[in-house]
Nanobody
Framework: QVQVVESGGGLVQAGGSLRLSCVGS????????VGWFRHVPGQTRELVAF???????NYARSAQGRFTVSRDDAKNTVYLQMNGLRPEDTADYYC??????????????WGQGTQVTVSS
């Protein structure tokens, strides 16, 4: 089981930026896809962006052009740089480790998440 710890959330005005970090445990972390999901109470979790084990980034339409996902395997860390934030980006953000390098399936484990609030 790969454990993750998310950080970097906070309160920001619309149009502002935040950088979220996901630190994973174990050497296997660097070989797996890592995804950023967000959850608004009462709604299903949404996959916002993920980076494959090979470093290829993928984005949901809602994140395209505003968010950038990247990884630093030397630090066992995956980042989500969020620019041009909107009130509808308000959510709890979680990272999740894939079952392999592709991002096609995900382990069932979640971190504690980090809260992002965007004021209008």
């Amino acid at each position: 089981q790969v454990q993750v710890v998310e950080s970097g959330g906070g309160l920001v005005q619309a149009g502002g930026s935040l950088r979220l970090s996901c630190v994973g445990s174990g050497s296997i972390f660097s070989t797996r896809a890592v995804g950023w999901f967000r959850h608004v109470p009462g709604q299903t979790r949404e996959l916002v962006a993920f980076v494959t084990g090979g470093g290829v980034a993928n984005y949901a339409r809602s994140a395209q052009g505003r968010f950038t996902v990247s990884r630093d395997d030397a630090k066992n860390t995956v980042y989500l740089q969020m620019n041009g934030l909107r009130p509808e980006d308000t959510a709890d953000y979680y990272c999740r480790v894939g079952r392999d390098e592709t991002g096609l399936s995900w382990n069932p484990y979640w971190g504690q998440g980090t809260q992002v609030t965007v004021s209008s």
